[in-house]
């Protein structure tokens, strides 16, 4: 029997796939290719980040997952390029802890990745407009918030929490 997938062994990744620098898939056992499954760019950026890990966003084969990709080098030969690595990373993995008091339900918290799609959100508006405003504090459903916001020059992720300015001053 063939084995479709190869689970991995750490907590969030759902499985991973390995493809030869001609970009086909050598694990698990397909005839697919690399430029069938992402989009060429990526491939640039894991090249180019040689060994760094790339992260590509929401899965188009499965909603459920989100995919990140890193290039192999070899290590007995002066590190060429050896492949290319692709990590299918459950979605439910990003998700917000329920560790704050009752009273702190209408806080939001954002993350988003480098391309602005959500990561994990409790938010329902429109995510896109936070990310573009400036002010730290917002209006949401006649309640006032304070905006905080923070991003990562090395991921180029976008932290956004929202906290209803009543809880600030109590």
């Known amino acids: 029997k063939v084995v479709s997938t190869i689970q991995a062994n750490a907590d969030g990744i759902h499985a991973l796939e390995l493809y ?3 970009q086909r898939r050598l694990l698990p056992l397909s005839d697919e290719n690399l430029r069938d499954r992402i989009e060429h760019r990526w491939i640039k950026e894991a090249k180019q980040a040689k060994g760094g ?24 030969r002066p590190f060429i390029n050896g492949g290319y690595l692709l990590i299918r990373i459950n979605k439910n993995y990003f998700q917000l802890q329920n560790s704050r008091p009752a009273n702190h339900v ?10 602005s799609n959500p990561v994990i ?6 995510i896109q407009q936070l990310l573009k405003q400036r002010p730290s504090t917002i209006r949401i459903n006649e309640r006032d918030y304070m905006v905080v916001k ?21």
Do not use: C, H
């Not at 890990?53 to 007995?76: N, Q, T, Y």
């Not at 209408?106 to 391309?115: F, G, P, R």
């Open 20 to 22: 030869t620098t001609d």
């Open 53 to 76: 890990l790339v992260w590509i966003g929401e899965d188009p084969k499965d909603d459920a997952l989100f995919l990140a990709i890193r290039r192999v080098s070899l290590m007995d």
């Open 106 to 115: 209408n806080e939001y918290t954002i993350l988003v990745d480098q391309n």
């Open 121 to 126: 959100s409790n938010y329902n508006g429109n």
């Open 150 to 170: 923070q991003s990562s020059a090395k991921t180029g992720w976008t932290l956004l929490i929202l906290t209803p300015l009543e809880q600030l001053t109590k």
